[in-house]
């Protein structure tokens, strides 16, 4: 046997030996006799091979066939099996009157694959080949042998006859069990035991929520305790009543592209694409007009698409948006039959996912079942609502009865050993497969992980501690790639390490038995190798476009404490580190896309440490600004833009304007951001160097946009008109829309009511057009404009739609929403409606401790307040207590809410700090801004009859009472009062009354 052909391999050896009683062969005479030897040889060979097996050789009456040589498969033993049972039926049935004897036992020997090909004649050589041999000899006529290794291999598959001692040649004493029947089914694991009260927890509430009410079960344990097989038990048996969607949870960007989201999606939509989601949802959806949309957000969310409507919304925003269509799609799915969303590892989900879950399980009327594994380390509690639809099983260790019939199902295991194995299933059944489990064998699972691997070929170990460099999963090419091998051989191979449990088939890949063997394994490749492997399989093993996973393969080959001595070339390790940070600017970009902003910060994070020259530094912190930015955090945001500047100085290049732009954005627009708001001189100085940039780079975007700031932050309408310019003269409508927007609010706030309408009617009608655009906010400023200006049938239309499409939207934008027709009511004075918005906002701002309100959706409650003392009722008593929460910053915008109620009521204190909202002087942050007009003091100041501080108001709305016919008509009113209080008619307000806004007149004559 050459050395070159020859290799150990596990194999499953099959001995038949053809029976012939001698009177038979006497009578039948040789010619006839082998006729009918030849014929059973020929169908024995064909039910062989049809199982997969390899005619080794004849030898006189006896066939000798090995499973496993020179193809193995991942169930060899059972195809012997299998394959013997067919040979005996033929035997059986055929009416030949021969009869046979089978021998069967599996294990490891030295084949030489040059003879399974045929080229030569010579045997596989071990210890199983004899003993299989010896059993064939010593098994009755028509019975299978089956020797121990191999009955091990196949004790689920297949029924046994009583066992029997015997003593083969050669050989001490043998255990071998005849085979009655192959049954096939549960190939996959040891029977479950115990755990019959977390089973029948997970059975009642699968039972509750076929009766339509939605369930979250979390099975909490440590790794091996048995999570996902409980799991598994129960949703097995399910798979024929109801949906099911699978996904596994892997730490960082091991999982890539199929991310948690991704993997539930392709449980029900096969590959899934644009497209095919698109024609599901609709399927599902088929009488709402927002299908299109519903199934552009989940392809957003699993990275198939992107939706800019999506993206052009601020962070809180997006996430409800995804998880409102996903939750309108499982509540379709949820329609047809029972759904099972099964999510493992919860321990390593991200933010979105966990916000999905907690959403989705929280439904009263959908028959949708969350089953979740995690590790102790998670808190549930943090993430998930409380309620009686939460469901949590902590899993303790099995019992002691239980844990003993567990380990003798795996084996003859010692009792002390099921002792030291402190009820864990997994080093139960680890240490029953050890076989190593001696004595001073040190008692962690990983040990006994590691003493199993050390069972193994080196090949075939060395094999899976490389492919262990993929993750969890990984398929035979990656296998063959890390390995250097050929992938016919890696799949032989993987086919060996699937029979002896340490892998498992995973649809077109191999999954690792149990997360802690795949890190036992991974943890044993030494620091240089690893290095290297993830290198190569950051440049070769993934797709170009997976730009997550390479990131993270890139990240542990050169991020890692030992890169520096292990990529010892100066040369070698710049250009990986370059090539890495491309990949993770690149990953960073992809995951703010998909609303991953927690991974997006990390990726970010660790592209700055990657960094080396002033120029990728400057690149590096300003995704890493970005990735603050969308997290909401204002002041990291800061920091690590104005080092992106400063590191652009440095390289010798200019900072891109649109850097400016989008750090200038927080402390104008998103003020809320900053824990602490940076100081004015730095605002002033980076606009004009951003302005100044811009200018010099002729880029107009930016330039509109940060001129549009300016307006806003120094009223400055110059800066206003050339952004306007700048806007209007863009051809780019959809780049411009969003900046086109926001310039509405400088307009506003400068007074420019029609140019403000204009802009946002057109906005508008773009984001009909589809055009992305953060419409909820577009909205709401529409609706005040319209408020104010006398048309209170457009501010209903504009306020109504918001609230139609806020349902969906963050805590935020839903009091936004709120705010809105409040003002509209209050308008009308219909204190009804009004008092009903005011409990919205307050069962809102209950519902949503942690979120953060303003002062839109104070102002409803102050609106409110001043209904019902209108009408003689008490007002809330926890009007100040919300304001309060609401609106934490300034007392001068709290005291502007409610200078007017409280008026009401006979205190007129809160008047002069109420003003004072309204003034110049105070940041933009402190301003009553939802009242640009100043309509709630003017009302104050005419009730407290100051004739006199009431005239520069007056003659300012005269003024505009062309473009604003309520304003006009205020002032009329409020001449009416001037002139009744010098004894005059009686005020009949009928300008504003024939406006509509009986509201604001009945406050007008309001006397206390
Ligand atoms: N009750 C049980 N009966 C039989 N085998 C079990 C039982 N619980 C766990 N196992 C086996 O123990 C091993 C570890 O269980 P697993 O569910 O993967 O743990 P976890 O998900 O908690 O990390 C698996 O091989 C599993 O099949
Ligand atoms: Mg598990």
């Known amino acids: 046997m050459t050395e070159a052909h020859a290799e150990r391999r596990l194999v499953t050896c099959l001995f038949i030996d053809i029976v012939a009683s001698t009177p038979l062969t006497r009578d039948l005479g040789p010619e006839r006799m082998k006729r009918l030897v030849d014929d059973a040889f020929r169908a024995m060979s064909d039910h062989i091979t049809a199982h997969g097996g390899t005619i080794e050789k004849f030898i006189g009456d006896a066939v000798f066939a090995l499973f496993g040589a020179p193809t193995s498969h991942a169930d060899d033993p059972e195809r012997a099996l299998r394959a013997a049972s067919a040979c005996a039926r033929w035997a059986a049935e055929s009416g030949s009157p021969l009869r046979i004897r089978i021998g069967i036992e599996t294990g490891e020997a030295l084949v030489d694959l040059g003879a399974a090909r045929g080229e030569r004649e010579r045997m596989a050589v071990g210890e199983c080949v004899n003993l299989a041999s010896r059993l064939q000899s010593l098994a009755e006529p028509g019975q299978i042998l089956i020797g121990p290794s191999c009955h091990a291999a196949t004790e689920y598959v297949a029924e046994f006859g009583p066992s029997q001692r015997l003593r083969p040649k050669g050989f001490d004493e043998v255990t071998a069990w005849p085979l009655v029947r192959v049954t096939g089914g549960g190939r996959s694991a040891l029977p479950f035991i115990g755990r019959g009260r977390e089973l029948d927890l997970l059975r009642v509430a699968y039972g509750g929520v076929c009766a339509g009410q939605a369930k979250l079960a979390l099975i909490i344990g440590p ?479 930016s330039l509109a946009r940060l001129r549009s700031m300016r307006a806003l932050h120094d009223e400055d309408v110059s800066a206003a008109d050339e952004a306007l310019e700048l806007i209007r003269s863009a051809g780019d409508e959809a780049v411009y829309t969003d900046a086109l927007s926001r310039h509405a609010q400088a307009e506003i706030l400068l007074g420019r009511i029609e140019s403000a309408r204009s802009l946002l009617d057109e906005a508008l009608a773009r984001a009909a057009r589809g055009i992305p655009l953060n419409e909820p906010e577009a909205l709401l400023w529409r609706t005040v404009l319209a408020c104010n200006q006398g048309d209170l049938e457009d501010a209903e239309r504009f306020a109504s739609r918001l609230l139609g499409i806020s349902q969906s939207g963050s805590a935020h934008t839903r009091q936004h929403a709120l705010g809105g027709k409040a003002l509209v009511l209050f308008a009308r004075g219909d204190w009804e409606g009004l008092a009903s918005i005011a409990r919205d906002v307050e069962r809102l701002v209950d519902a949503n401790p942690t979120a953060g309100f303003c002062l839109v959706g104070g102002a409803a409650l102050g609106q409110a307040a001043a209904g019902e003392t209108a009408r003689g009722r008490p007002r809330s008593p926890r009007l100040e207590e919300l304001l309060q929460r609401m609106v934490p910053e300034g007392p001068e915008v709290r005291d502007s809410i409610l200078m007017l109620p409280e008026l009401m009521a006979g205190n007129a204190d809160l008047v002069a700090t109420g003003a004072r909202a309204y003034g110049k002087d105070l940041p933009p942050f402190d301003r009553q801004i939802w009242d640009p007009f100043g309509v709630q003091l003017t009302m104050c100041n005419a009730l407290l009859s100051r004739w006199d501080a009431l005239a520069p108001r007056l003659a300012d709305y005269d003024e505009r009472a062309s473009v604003a016919p309520m304003l006009g008509a205020l002032a009329e009113a409020i001449r009416e009062e001037v002139a009744a209080a010098k004894g005059g008619p009686r005020p009949t307000h009928e300008s504003l009354r024939e406006l509509g806004y009986k509201g604001l007149s009945e406050l007008l004559s309001f006397r206390p």
């Open 223 to 701: 790794p091996g305790q048995g999570k996902s097989r409980l799991a598994s038990e129960m949703v097995t048996p399910l798979r024929g009543e109801a949906t099911i969607l699978e996904a596994r949870c892997r730490p960082g960007e091991e999982n890539g592209a199929e991310t948690p989201l991704r993997q539930l999606i392709a449980s029900d939509v096969r590959g899934p694409t644009a497209g095919s989601i698109e024609a599901r949802v609709r399927e599902l959806l088929p009488d709402s007009d927002d299908a299109g949309a519903v199934a552009s957000a989940i392809g957003h969310s699993v990275g198939v698409t992107v939706d800019p409507r999506v993206i052009t919304l601020p962070r809180l925003e997006q996430r409800e948006v995804l998880t409102s269509a996903w939750r309108r799609y499982l509540d379709a799915l949820a329609g047809q039959r029972p759904v099972i969303v099964w999510v493992e590892d919860l321990q390593w989900a991200d933010a979105l996912l966990l916000r999905l879950i907690d959403r989705v399980s929280d439904a009263a009327s959908t028959c949708l079942l969350v089953i979740a594994t995690a590790r102790p380390e998670f808190a549930g509690s943090a993430h998930f609502r409380e309620g009686t639809n939460r469901l949590e099983i902590e899993l303790g260790p099995l019992g002691q009865a239980d844990a003993v019939a567990l380990a003798r199902s795996a084996s003859a295991l010692q009792e002390q050993d099921v002792e030291r194995a402190q009820g864990n299933p997994l080093f139960i059944v680890e240490l029953a497969r050890a076989r190593l489990a001696g004595p001073d064998v040190p008692m962690t699972v990983q040990a006994m992980i590691g003493a199993r691997l050390d069972e193994l070929p080196p090949a075939d170990r060395q094999l899976l501690q490389q492919a262990a460099v993929v993750g969890e999963t990984f398929t035979v090419r990656d296998a063959a790639l890390l390995s250097e091998r050929e992938p016919a051989e890696v799949a032989a191979a993987l086919g060996r390490l699937s029979h002896l449990r340490f892998i498992e088939p995973a649809g077109r890949s191999y999954r690792f038995h149990h997360v802690l063997v795949h890190d036992v394994a991974y943890g044993r490749l030494i620091a240089e190798e690893r290095l290297r492997l993830h290198a190569r399989y950051a440049r070769e093993g993934l797709s170009a476009d997976d730009v997550e996973a390479r990131a993270h393969h890139w990240w542990r080959a050169i991020g890692d404490a030992d890169a520096s001595w292990i990529w010892a070339d100066p040369v070698e390790r710049a250009k990986l580190r370059k090539e890495a940070l491309r990949t993770h600017l690149a990953a960073a970009a992809r995951l703010i896309g998909r609303n991953a902003q927690e991974r997006a910060l990390e990726v970010s994070t660790r592209a700055v440490t990657l960094a080396d020259d002033p120029r990728d530094i400057a690149e590096a912190e300003a995704a890493l600004g970005w990735a603050f930015h969308r997290n909401a955090r204002g002041d990291e945001a800061w920091t690590h833009r104005l080092a992106a500047i400063e590191s652009y100085r440095r390289a010798g290049s200019e900072p891109p304007p649109a850097l400016y732009a989008d750090m200038l954005e927080i402390p104008i627009f998103n003020f809320g951001y900053f824990r602490e708001q940076p100081k004015e001189a730095e605002i002033t100085r980076l606009l004009a160097e951003g302005e100044r940039a811009a200018r010099a780079a002729n880029d107009r975007l």
